[in-house]
């Protein structure tokens, strides 16, 4: 079993839809990461929670340490969303861990 | 400057060539990584510097040898590699192995021929 699990794996939405991408994951952290990574590219750091929800233009990111669960939410998506969003968590031993990632196409 | 730059962008090598991966950072950071990224899969942690000292080698095949010269940049040198090698390698910097300000390179990517 991962560590981090993340879903949906694929997600089509049109654009101007309001995207959702879950992240659960089984061990105690110190933090989370929401990364983004385009085709054949490098990976861009989108957010890091301890707790609580951040905001970042049209990207919200939310974190229940109770419930070791985070969602990523685009409003307003667009095609240049179109990438894989990968969650990913160090532990309290500052270990790295990546969810399996979640494919975005956004359909103009 | 808020980067981590990876050079080359894209290696092609022989079997038996030599060749290094070169990764830069001046943002301070003082814990650096290389992650080998196969089509579809998530980064795998290679190694792990702190404070220029390698703190965590994943069980890397020897033919992947890392370099801290100073605390700005991070080689990774490569021996003898197979064509399985072949991957996305991304560097990464902290600023330090608690994760504070993870800043990823925008990769490597290796053939092997």
């Known amino acids: 079993k991962n560590e981090v699990e993340q879903s949906p794996q694929n997600l089509t939405a049109q654009e101007g839809e309001f995207i959702t991408i879950n992240c659960s994951y089984s061990?105690?952290?110190?933090?989370l990461h929401w990364l983004q990574q385009h085709p054949g590219g490098g990976i861009v750091s989108l957010f890091m929670?301890?707790?609580g929800k951040k905001k970042h233009g049209r990207l919200i990111a939310t974190i229940n340490i109770q419930e070791k669960h985070s969602s990523l939410h685009i409003t307003a998506s667009h095609p240049r969303d179109s990438a894989v969003y990968i969650c990913?968590?160090?532990?309290?031993?500052?270990?790295?861990?990546f969810g399996t990632g979640t494919s975005l196409t956004v359909i103009p | 400057d808020t980067e981590v730059t990876q050079t080359p962008k894209h290696l092609v090598m022989g079997m038996t060539n030599k060749k290094s991966l070169k990764c830069e950072q001046h943002?301070?950071?003082?814990?650096m990584y290389w992650y080998k990224q196969k089509a579809k899969k998530p980064p795998e942690l290679m190694f792990v510097?702190?404070?220029?000292?390698?703190?965590i080698n994943e069980s890397v095949p020897s033919r992947f040898s890392p370099e801290c010269p100073n605390s700005s940049l991070l080689n990774l040198h490569l021996h003898a590699l197979q064509p399985e090698d072949s991957a996305l390698y991304l560097c990464?910097?902290?600023?330090?192995?608690?994760?504070?300000?993870?800043?990823f390179g925008s990769g490597t990517r290796l053939t092997v021929v």
């Open positions: 061990v105690g952290i110190s933090a």
């Open positions: 510097y702190s404070y220029e000292k390698l703190s």
């Open positions: 929670l301890s707790s």
């Open positions: 990464a910097s902290s600023q330090s192995t608690g994760g504070l300000g993870y800043t």
């Open positions: 943002m301070g950071h003082r814990a």
């Open positions: 990913a968590v160090m532990n309290t031993g500052n270990q790295f861990y």
